[in-house]
């Protein structure tokens, strides 16, 4: 692939991710893996995608006055998603590029099925000193594995009954820590380069843009049906990378 058909991918694949969370509030490290997966190996395209994670997530994290209460409630969980990612990013780097992509594809699949149907949980007060951490332990393995922070954390905080801000906020918070936990997991394994965060960096951009976007394309549309329809595509998406090792 030359340089400009590269960098073309890149700044679309960007757009397309900031603008899907500027619509749902969530939604473009999702994206852009499984877009970026299916022309690199998932390693590189977790490289690529920590600076414009990152500066939406922090955005997104401090749109409201709830951190700090969000940080004593939820610091377990984000405790134990730092260990699990950087152990499980090891899966990341060395496991086969195909088999990668499978649990990625999985990754997909499962969390755009339950989003599509999503049956009303309710986590109870008195379950969260311990059911907290091993959410947080899972989805540091599976964000680890894969570079999808998503599974089992979100549905996890959207059963926790917490008010429309609030969970956009702790969403951001899960986010961020996530990102900066699997940027630490790729560095102790010698896989995120210099360039790559300058690669990272310039994908900020469009992610903003992107981001800009979506909101603009949230007040005229129908958020529901937005979703559904990203839904479906993650989907098709995930059960294609997870074909691939079959094929």
Not at 99 to 122: I, K
Not at 139 to 168: D, H, M, Q, R, S
Not at 199 to 204: G, K, P, T, Y
């Amino acid at each position: 692939m030359n340089d400009l058909l590269f960098h073309g991918l890149l700044t679309a694949t960007f757009v397309v991710a900031g603008m899907v969370k500027g619509v749902t509030g969530m939604g473009l490290p999702t994206v852009a893996m499984g877009l970026l997966g299916m022309v690199m190996p998932p390693a590189m395209a977790a490289s690529l995608l920590v600076m414009p994670s990152l500066v939406t997530n922090v955005w997104q994290l401090f749109s409201g006055g709830a951190v700090a209460g969000l940080v004593r409630r939820l610091w377990p969980m984000l405790v134990a998603i730092v260990f699990g990612t950087v152990g499980g990013s090891a899966l990341l780097v060395y496991i086969d590029p195909a088999w990668s992509g499978l649990a990625l594809g999985s990754a997909l699949v499962v969390y755009a099925l339950y989003a599509l149907w999503a049956p009303a949980l309710s986590v109870p007060r008195g379950t969260e000193p311990w059911l907290s951490p091993a959410v947080g332990l899972v989805t540091g393995l599976v964000t680890g594995a894969t570079g999808v922070f998503v599974v089992p954390a979100v549905p996890y905080l959207g059963a926790l009954g917490l008010p429309k801000n609030e969970l956009v906020q702790a969403l951001g918070l899960s986010f961020t820590v996530s990102t900066l936990a699997l940027a630490a997991g790729l560095l102790l394994n010698d896989v995120f380069r210099v360039h790559q965060l300058g690669l990272s960096a310039l994908s900020v951009l469009p992610a903003l843009a992107g981001m800009w976007l979506g909101t603009r394309i949230r007040a005229r549309i129908s958020p529901r049906r937005f979703r559904q329809c990203f839904l479906l595509f993650l989907v098709v998406l995930g059960l294609e990378l997870a074909a691939r090792p079959f094929f």
